[in-house]
């Protein structure tokens, strides 16, 4: 995979995945898809705890379950990114 150095730091900043994660989603099409939709239910779920907390004026919960949130989403994005990457002809049209 193109620069896995930069992805593998992205991924380590978001602080979401563990160091196996990671390197599963490089070493596997599979696992990095099963990782995007792990991250994904992670947003979802994070993100209706965060009403949750809104709904009983719990502010600070709120925001810090948004911010998990985001790190997921973040997660997914670079996780899809890095499958565009290493896909067979990405990037090329046909003539």
């Known amino acids: 995979m193109p620069d896995d150095g930069a992805l593998i730091r992205e991924l380590e900043l978001l602080a979401t995945l563990s160091q196996s994660q990671i390197r599963a989603a490089l070493d596997s099409v599979p696992a990095r898809a ?8 992670e947003d979802v779920e994070l993100r209706r705890e965060a009403d949750l907390a809104r709904d009983v004026d719990d502010e600070e919960t709120a925001c810090h379950l948004e911010q998990e949130a985001a790190a997921w989403r973040a997660t997914a994005t670079a996780l899809r990114r890095a499958g565009r990457r290493t896909a067979p002809d990405a990037g090329r049209r046909s003539a």
């Open 34 to 41: 099963e990782l995007v939709a792990f991250a994904l239910d």
